[in-house]
Protein backbone atom coordinates (compact mmCIF):
# COMPACT_ATOMS: atom_id res chain seq x y z
CA UNK A 1 0.00 0.00 0.00
CA UNK A 2 1.85 3.03 -1.20
CA UNK A 3 0.64 6.38 -0.21
CA UNK A 4 3.44 8.35 -2.50
CA UNK A 5 2.37 11.57 -0.74
CA UNK A 6 -1.21 12.26 -2.43
CA UNK A 7 -3.53 13.61 -0.50
CA UNK A 8 -7.27 11.36 -1.09
CA UNK A 9 -9.18 13.17 -3.75
CA UNK A 10 -12.63 13.79 -2.53
CA UNK A 11 -14.99 14.37 -5.85
CA UNK A 12 -17.46 16.37 -4.35
CA UNK A 13 -14.59 18.95 -3.68
CA UNK A 14 -12.86 18.80 -6.92
CA UNK A 15 -16.59 19.46 -7.92
CA UNK A 16 -17.09 21.92 -5.60
CA UNK A 17 -13.95 23.92 -7.15
CA UNK A 18 -14.71 23.47 -10.63
CA UNK A 19 -17.54 24.99 -9.91
CA UNK A 20 -16.65 28.22 -8.44
CA UNK A 21 -14.14 28.05 -11.23
CA UNK A 22 -17.04 28.27 -13.13
CA UNK A 23 -18.88 31.15 -11.32
CA UNK A 24 -15.91 33.42 -11.23
CA UNK A 25 -15.27 33.23 -15.03
CA UNK A 26 -19.22 34.04 -15.90
CA UNK A 27 -18.75 36.98 -13.81
CA UNK A 28 -15.42 37.88 -14.71
CA UNK A 29 -16.48 37.94 -18.74
CA UNK A 30 -20.36 39.15 -18.09
CA UNK A 31 -21.14 41.69 -20.85
CA UNK A 32 -22.63 44.20 -19.15
CA UNK A 33 -19.36 44.65 -16.82
CA UNK A 34 -17.52 45.47 -20.17
CA UNK A 35 -20.28 47.62 -21.38
CA UNK A 36 -20.83 49.33 -18.00
CA UNK A 37 -17.27 50.40 -17.43
CA UNK A 38 -16.34 51.70 -21.22
CA UNK A 39 -19.32 53.75 -20.67
CA UNK A 40 -18.93 54.96 -17.02
CA UNK A 41 -14.91 55.28 -18.46
CA UNK A 42 -16.03 57.67 -21.75
CA UNK A 43 -19.35 59.38 -19.07
CA UNK A 44 -16.49 61.20 -17.03
CA UNK A 45 -14.66 62.05 -20.20
CA UNK A 46 -17.21 63.83 -22.00
CA UNK A 47 -18.55 64.95 -18.99
CA UNK A 48 -15.23 66.58 -17.83
CA UNK A 49 -14.86 68.17 -20.99
CA UNK A 50 -18.50 69.48 -21.20
CA UNK A 51 -18.04 71.14 -18.15
CA UNK A 52 -14.90 73.36 -19.51
CA UNK A 53 -16.40 74.05 -22.91
CA UNK A 54 -15.83 77.01 -24.28
CA UNK A 55 -18.59 79.81 -25.23
CA UNK A 56 -17.36 78.76 -29.22
CA UNK A 57 -17.98 74.70 -28.57
CA UNK A 58 -21.56 76.17 -26.75
CA UNK A 59 -21.98 78.72 -29.35
CA UNK A 60 -21.75 75.78 -31.92
CA UNK A 61 -24.46 73.87 -30.95
CA UNK A 62 -26.67 76.12 -30.80
CA UNK A 63 -26.38 77.09 -26.89
CA UNK A 64 -26.75 73.61 -25.72
CA UNK A 65 -24.20 71.73 -23.59
CA UNK A 66 -24.55 69.07 -25.84
CA UNK A 67 -20.64 67.29 -24.26
CA UNK A 68 -22.00 67.68 -20.50
CA UNK A 69 -25.16 66.26 -21.35
CA UNK A 70 -23.93 62.99 -23.11
CA UNK A 71 -21.67 62.80 -20.96
CA UNK A 72 -23.97 62.54 -17.90
CA UNK A 73 -26.26 60.46 -20.15
CA UNK A 74 -23.59 57.66 -20.76
CA UNK A 75 -22.33 57.80 -16.83
CA UNK A 76 -25.72 56.60 -16.34
CA UNK A 77 -26.05 54.14 -18.73
CA UNK A 78 -22.86 52.65 -17.70
CA UNK A 79 -23.58 53.02 -14.30
CA UNK A 80 -27.45 51.13 -14.76
CA UNK A 81 -25.51 48.61 -16.69
CA UNK A 82 -22.86 47.77 -13.47
CA UNK A 83 -26.30 48.05 -11.41
CA UNK A 84 -27.48 45.39 -13.19
CA UNK A 85 -24.81 43.12 -13.29
CA UNK A 86 -24.28 43.60 -9.46
CA UNK A 87 -27.94 43.05 -8.60
CA UNK A 88 -28.35 39.75 -11.09
CA UNK A 89 -24.84 38.41 -11.60
CA UNK A 90 -24.20 35.83 -14.20
CA UNK A 91 -25.14 32.34 -13.55
CA UNK A 92 -22.21 29.96 -14.32
CA UNK A 93 -22.62 27.28 -17.30
CA UNK A 94 -24.18 24.22 -16.20
CA UNK A 95 -21.42 21.00 -16.11
CA UNK A 96 -21.30 18.82 -19.75
CA UNK A 97 -24.17 16.84 -19.71
CA UNK A 98 -25.95 18.22 -17.01
CA UNK A 99 -29.52 20.46 -17.49
CA UNK A 100 -28.90 24.34 -15.94
CA UNK A 101 -30.78 24.30 -12.26
CA UNK A 102 -30.04 20.72 -11.86
Same mark, same amino acid.
Given at each position: ????????????????????????? $????? &????? /????? %?? *????? @????????????? $????? &????? /????? %?? *????? @????????????????????
Amino acid at each position: MSNDGQPAKDPLIDETQAEQRRSAA $ARLFD &IRRVI /GGLFV %AY *GVIVT @LIGIFDSRAEIDK $AEGVR &INLWA /GLAML %AF *GLLML @LWQWLRPAEPPAPNGQQPGS
